[in-house]
């Protein structure tokens, strides 16, 4: 079975993640934020909205409602599923709104940043407004008793509190492997609320802390996962090919080459380029020697397998709790072992290209 799940194709796999939700949720969305029903009202919110929707409408990407309404059949509360899945896709749209104020981007998965189109204001606006409806929606909506409602509206106070600090320059950084754990855990958290905010609607802890230390473990991989194309390339990363190393940021294969037992000459030589002591220390020709020389990447995908092991093990855990469909163990297997897969295959072609 382990087989026939890794060989399925991940992209065709968020295809039809796109092609069963985006027409669903988007609608979900749009209730929570109160702009579907008529009346002066309504129209009110959407005309203070419109950035929000504008930028909903032109997103391509659901994966996360599938795992909430894959988790909310699972624990019987199909309901409570989708209305999580919808939330989760309002907060992640109003994170890619501010991503791309702060960073002055014009132009977000195909078509142009809605800040381009309605100005810096009015998107700022519809950000604090939505996600506003969010909370008011979570107080009011799942179709679960109240403290578990109140319970939910903690996670995602938890959750935002996370993500604000992993922006932080003192909090963010990762100066060894398990900083860079926590930040990954903080900087990539939507999963955490996909998965665990419906497991809070079946009372059962267990289920909810498994949940947990399965988003933990695939946010984990995530992170391990870009900063390796970084240095290994992609289909997507042809411009930011070695970005990180330009830019000096010690990230996962410099912090993993670190950790290693090597040459103090060269431990010397990483550490003066990366803390920005001497530019003409190190180039790229000469830290993709160290990888070679030291097994570096090798050492990268072995740290990625214990994570995808630790996301296995918790799917194990609540499979063990309640009788899980074979599709949901599918859909959550295939996307633990995917960042591994991906990033086996970039890693020899990098070796290909380097001896």
Not at 34 to 46: A, D, I, N, T, Y
Not at 121 to 139: D, G, K, M, Q, Y
Request: net charge neutral.
């Amino acid at each position: 079975m382990a087989q026939t799940i890794r060989s399925l194709n991940h992209n065709l796999l968020l295809q039809e993640f796109y092609d069963r939700f985006h027409q669903e949720i988007r609608q979900q969305a749009l209730d929570l934020i109160g702009v579907s029903r008529k009346g002066w009202l309504p129209r009110c919110r959407r005309w203070l909205l419109e950035p929000f929707i504008f930028t909903l409408e032109g997103r391509k990407n659901f994966f996360r409602t599938a795992l909430s309404v894959a988790m909310g059949e699972l624990i019987g509360k199909p309901g409570v599923g989708w209305i999580i899945g919808a939330t989760g896709e309002i907060a992640w749209t109003c994170a890619l709104l501010t991503d791309d104020l702060i960073d002055g981007s014009q132009e977000r998965e195909g078509h142009v940043c809605a800040h381009m189109v309605y100005g810096r204001v009015r998107t700022f606006l519809a950000i604090n407004f939505a996600l506003w409806r969010v909370f008011f929606s979570l107080i009011t909506r799942p179709p679960v008793s109240f403290p578990a409602r109140i319970r939910m509206v903690g996670l995602s106070i938890r959750l935002l509190l996370m993500c604000v600090s992993s922006q932080l320059p003192v909090v963010g950084s990762a100066g060894n492997l398990k900083a860079f754990y926590k930040h990954a855990e903080r900087v990539n958290n939507s999963n955490h609320w996909a998965l665990v905010a419906p497991a809070i609607a079946c009372g059962d802890r267990e289920i909810v802390a498994a949940a947990w230390e399965y988003a933990t473990a695939i946010a984990i991989n995530g992170k391990m996962q870009n900063d390796l194309l970084d240095y290994c390339g992609g289909s997507t990363e042809s411009e930011t090919l070695y970005r990180d190393f330009k830019s000096r940021y010690v990230t996962f294969p410099i912090l993993v080459l670190l950790e290693q037992e090597i040459d103090e000459s060269d431990r010397d030589r990483i550490e003066r380029y990366f803390s920005g002591h001497d530019g003409g220390a190190l180039t790229v020709g000469d830290l993709n020697n160290l990888f070679l020389r030291y097994r570096t990447f090798q050492r990268c995908l072995d740290l990625m397998r214990d994570q995808m092991g630790a996301a296995v093990q918790a799917v194990r855990r609540i499979e063990s709790r309640l009788e899980v469909p074979e599709q949901f163990s599918r859909l959550l297997l295939t996307w633990t072992w995917d960042a591994v897969d991906w990033a086996e295959e970039r890693i020899q072609a990098w070796r290909d290209a380097h001896g």
